[in-house]
């Protein structure tokens, strides 16, 4: 397999209006110098701009540091800083400037920040340290409409790493032959795949016949530092009773064996995954336009022996986890977090991760707040205006302020449905929103 090094360049600079021209210049020919599109760049010197001249205006003289890194298919502007005024609240999808107030005004320029970025991650540290990332996304052609030849039948096959031009045959066969809920939201994009394989973020093997014709083929990344995710396999005209998926399932578990992974799990699975190699981790729900809804069956696979974890929850969230962990064996500590006094923060940031090629978003706590449920009702109104019905909230349970979220997710119609075991920096639980019930 292919590898990229990760390149990153970097400078400081005082929050100074006079190192403003400095801090743009150098996120823009960075971001071009590691090959994002002019448009693109300019996006994130937009929102470098923005955050540089608030960091001036809130807490002028301290020390910005700046760094940008090569992710393959997207560019990360990494800004570490110390504030006690960085007002996050402004990177809410939802948020809004109200034009009598003067404070509203002031952080405009962290709204526009956020728009001009795909993602974006916030972390702080004692002391007041804060770590804002930023995530640009490459512009990709999307996968067009050409021919790609008929599938056969293979009775004799190998399996192996493809090569580029196999990688973009697999995604324009998986688009043909399989339904968009059970496809990679990365196989929108056949030169991202490519990309993402180069880099080592995504593994695939693929099942070849004699004369190199492409049978079938297995996808799996990396999820959080133990746990991967695997999709597939997919198979092209190779019949009910073809050992192709279990070849390649045999193969990617030998391949995947051989990493420091703990478990594997499915969320999507094709119809022709080998199930009795998995245990049932639970279910997912899709709706649909008219009104119907399908239910999907999660599956995991335990590769090396559990050590056991404790993880943080809210007594809300104590039950469903206690069932699931004593019907799953996974041994853990529940440790429960409640409030005795002491201050929370006003107001709690999310955010929302769109894939609008399979129609779902998910929503990542980025900060706790005593807003948390007005929030949350505000970012559903948002994805029911724009008919999105497929709603899920991931919650890492070795972070004990993501619990804060739990009242607030069961006020507002979410289900906890699935224990993704060391899917985050511990195991992250999803939620679903909507009637679930099976």
């Known amino acids: 397999m292919k590898t990229t090094t990760r390149q990153m360049v970097a400078m400081s600079a005082s929050a100074d209006p006079s190192f403003l021209p400095l801090a743009t210049s150098f996120v823009h020919l960075a971001a071009l110098g590691m090959k994002l599109g002019e448009r693109e760049a300019m996006g994130l010197q937009l929102a470098t701009e923005e955050i540089f001249a608030y960091l001036g205006q809130v807490s002028p003289g301290q020390t910005i540091d700046i760094q940008c890194f090569n992710g393959g298919y997207y560019i990360e502007a990494v800004f570490r800083f110390s504030s006690e005024q960085f007002n996050m609240r402004a990177f809410n999808l939802t948020a809004s400037v109200c034009l009598d107030d003067e404070c509203s005004l002031d952080e405009m320029g962290l709204l526009i920040a956020s728009r001009q970025v795909d993602r974006f991650q916030f972390t702080e540290a004692p002391g007041h340290q804060v770590q804002l990332t930023l995530i640009k996304n490459k512009a990709y052609p999307p996968i067009g409409a050409e021919p790609v030849p008929p599938s056969r039948p293979l009775t004799t096959f190998t399996i192996r790493e493809p090569q580029d031009e196999e990688l973009k045959l697999l995604v324009q066969l998986a688009n043909r032959d399989y339904p968009v809920q059970v496809i990679p939201r990365f196989f929108k994009y056949p030169g991202r795949v490519v990309d993402m394989v180069a880099i080592g973020e995504v593994s695939v093997l693929l099942a070849v016949g004699p004369d190199d014709h492409l049978g079938g083929g297995l996808v799996w990344r990396l999820m959080g530092p133990k746990t991967v995710e695997c999709y597939g396999p997919f198979l092209f005209n190779q019949g009910s009773a073809s050992p192709l998926a279990a070849a390649l399932l045999d193969a990617g578990l030998g391949a995947i064996g051989r990493t420091n992974a ?177």
């Open 262 to 438: 703990l478990g594997l799990f499915v969320s999507r699975p094709t119809a022709e995954l080998p199930k009795h190699y998995f245990e049932p981790l639970g279910s997912l729900t899709s709706f649909h336009k008219d009104g119907s809804a399908t239910s999907q069956t999660a599956y995991f696979r335990l590769l090396h022996e559990d050590p056991g974890a404790a993880v943080w929850a809210h007594p809300g969230l104590e039950g469903f986890l206690r069932q699931e962990y004593q019907r799953l064996f996974f041994p853990r500590e529940i440790r429960l977090v409640t409030h005795q006094g002491e201050m929370t923060n006003p107001f709690s940031v999310l955010s929302a991760d769109f894939d609008r090629f399979r129609g779902l978003v998910t929503l990542y706590p980025v900060r706790s707040g005593a807003d948390a449920a007005d929030n949350l009702a505000q970012y559903l109104r948002l994805f029911r205006g724009e008919a999105i019905e497929d709603i899920f909230f991931l919650m890492d349970l070795a972070q004990p302020w993501q619990a804060d979220f739990t009242p607030a997710l069961l006020q507002c119609g979410f289900a906890p449905r699935l224990i993704l075991p060391y899917a985050g920096e511990g195991d992250v639980v999803m939620f679903q929103w909507g009637d679930v019930t099976e």
